[in-house]
């Protein structure tokens, strides 16, 4: 009887996934336009958010003990199934070192921890919203964490006076496609708190696609000949905070990474 | 062309930037009389009045109204040509009164100039006031006993505790809130001091250049958030009048005080596009435990030319460090040498 019911259904999933590997398209999710902006252009006005863990992890990860035992459950690392397309970050092995310690060291070396800058991707899969402005000239991103922000250029690309935390944006549009590339970033972001990191060799194209009313798809394919052998992808669904009167707060967290950062330099008390 | 100068505050040491290229305001003469060529307000896509561009609001007119000028509002176009004249030829660190000089004035002065490209021929102011703050008074109103009072046991909290950890520094030191970057927005000592505004449906996005401080203000009518939530730079929220974007913000915090309020400041600015090159900016600030009545002050904005380069204050911040580790260095000393 076990064995009867066992074949049907592996019988039945066989012949469904048959089914939809046969119909064309089935694969792909179907294409959908976007409402326009007044000038015609997809709309991707709004507050957006990631809602996965890859700021924990890039790559798959089962749930684990969090760095602070007196926080409990509170801060212990969530599950999650990776957005890295293949899963495999092909570091050079010469990176592999790098990316361990960074790891071992997390709490201490996260410029997260620190409330730095977060660089591009990582500001956009940070566990708080952002909000993008879009303009015909420029398209602006401003991001809760730490009061990040770019400006996105739409005209003709030009070129960075100068390295940055954020990095410099030139967009174009292909069809439902927001198309970012972006430079001239600094070294000392990282991609995760697993220490995932790059060079100031970075190379990042985003593609920013409308999948539905209330949701996005990012994909962003990374370029580091310094520290990776090829370049590889990672892609997730952003989604729409659609509560009424959804806005942006100040997440200025200088003042809660002041004592990680200071606070051994602070007065010992005399008593 | 000239460099655009920095930053003149202590915070300068922290700044993750190289001194960048510069951008001299594109054009400060479009208010004379002979540049009245026709001009219409451009409009967004969506039908607004568009403010966008990049805008600086370096201007020689001083805050407040010198005391030798009385209720005298308004320059004479020769006075003002010869205030100019004078501040152009003067050298550097020369006081002109009536002339507010940013990196000139002499109590200003830590960095050479010529390092900063600071160019004094340059200078300029962008209108006929005597000082930003408007009316007869031209000065900021007295200060009331409780919010004196209020200041003082502020200080007080700090005194002589100054150097124990970051908390007792300032916000400016701290990167947490840079005095350019406080709002209502004035002119800092520099000459960029650059604002981006990019807007959207819906939304009005002001980036100030300095410490990339950016509100992003809905201008859908919606209220303010709930009065527990206080935010450093308050809740700002927008809506149309006419040509005018008017933002209202409230919830400021204790501790964010502009020039000695308390967190029952509540600002109101308008934003009005004069011609290509020009934005009128006016704020009221009305805090009714700091002063007996509201005041009121106009600025002219300059159009000028990009990039607006990334600030990144705490990032770069040894400030800190340096002033925490050198208070404990002498801690030291100063017990071994009294053993």
């Known amino acids: ?271 | 062309m000239s460099r655009r100068f920095l930053a003149l505050t202590a915070a300068l040491a922290a700044v993750i930037l190289i001194a960048p290229l510069a951008q001299s305001p594109a054009a400060g003469q479009a208010t004379t009389a002979s540049a009245a060529k026709a001009w219409t307000l451009p409009h967004t896509p969506d039908g607004k009045p568009d403010l966008q561009g990049i805008w600086s609001d370096n201007t020689l007119t001083p805050f407040e109204r010198p005391k030798s000028l009385g209720s005298k509002e308004f320059y004479t176009d020769q006075e003002l040509a010869e205030l100019t004249r004078r501040v152009r030829e003067g050298r550097q660190g020369e006081q002109v009164e009536g002339a507010e000089l940013g990196a000139a004035n002499p109590q200003a002065i830590r960095y050479d100039l010529e390092v900063y490209g600071f160019d004094r021929t340059k200078l300029r102011y962008t209108s006929k006031r005597t000082s930003l703050i408007v009316g007869p008074e031209g000065v900021v109103p007295p200060m009331l006993p409780q919010a004196r009072e209020r200041n003082a046991a502020m200080a007080a909290k700090v005194k002589g505790h100054e150097f124990d950890g970051p908390e007792q520094r300032s916000l400016s030191e701290r990167c947490i809130l840079l005095n350019q970057i406080r709002i209502p927005m004035t002119p800092a000592a520099n000459e960029g001091n650059l604002l981006q505004i990019v807007q959207g449906p819906g939304y009005v996005s002001l980036l100030h250049e300095i410490d990339h401080s950016t509100r992003v203000i809905p201008t859908d009518g919606r209220p303010h958030v709930p009065q527990n939530i206080r935010l450093w730079q308050g809740d700002s929220v927008g809506h149309w009048e006419g040509n005018t974007l008017v933002v209202d913000t409230t919830n400021f915090t204790s501790l964010s005080a502009y020039r000695g309020s308390s967190d029952k400041l509540h600002l109101v600015e308008r934003f009005t596009r004069a011609a290509d090159d020009t934005m009128t900016y006016q704020f009221t600030v009305d805090d009714p435990t700091t002063w007996a009545k509201p005041w009121t002050a106009e600025i002219p904005w300059t159009k000028t030319k990009g990039p607006v380069y990334e600030w990144a204050c705490h990032e770069g911040n040894t400030m800190i460090s340096t002033i925490l580790h050198g208070a404990r260095v002498e801690e030291e000393a100063a017990q071994k040498k009294g053993k």
């Not at chain 1, 999710?29 to 890859?54: C, E, M, S």
């Not at chain 1, 957005?83 to 960074?102: H, Q, R, S, T």
């Not at chain 1, 997260?112 to 402005?133: D, H, M, N, S, W």
């Not at chain 1, 997730?236 to 509560?243: A, D, K, S």
């Open chain 1, 1 to 271: 009887m076990r064995s009867w019911l066992s074949d049907s259904v592996i019988a039945g999933v066989t012949a469904a996934v048959l089914l939809l590997a046969a119909m064309p398209g089935a694969a792909q999710a179907p294409a959908y336009r976007a409402p326009r902006t007044a000038d015609g252009k997809p709309n991707l006005n709004g507050i957006w958010q990631a809602l996965n863990t890859a700021d924990w992890d890039l790559q798959g990860h089962a749930a684990a003990k969090g760095p602070v035992p007196l926080l409990g459950a509170v801060f212990a690392v969530p599950p999650g199934l990776g957005v890295v397309d293949g899963e495999e970050i092909p570091y050079l092995p010469a990176a592999v070192a790098k990316k361990k310690a960074n790891q071992a060291n997390w709490t201490m070396l996260d410029p997260e921890a620190k409330c730095y800058l977060p660089g591009v991707p990582r500001a956009t899969y940070l566990p708080y919203p952002f909000q993008i402005v879009q303009s015909q000239q420029n398209i602006l991103i401003s991001y809760e964490y730490a009061g990040a922000v770019r400006v996105i250029n739409m005209g003709a690309p030009t070129k960075a006076p100068g390295d940055s935390w954020m990095g410099w944006s030139n967009g174009r549009w292909e069809g439902e496609t927001l198309v970012v590339d972006v430079t001239s970033l600094m070294e000392d972001t990282w991609f995760d708190r697993a220490g995932n990191f790059h060079s100031d060799a970075l190379h990042v194209v985003e593609r920013y696609t409308p999948r539905s009313a209330d949701t996005l798809n990012y994909e962003a394919t990374i370029e580091d000949p310094k520290v990776f052998s090829r370049p590889w992808k990672i892609s997730m669904p952003l989604y729409r905070h659609v509560e009424k009167d959804a806005k942006l707060l100040e997440y200025k967290c200088v003042e809660f990474a002041e004592e990680l950062l200071y606070g051994s330099l602070r007065k010992k008390s005399s008593n």
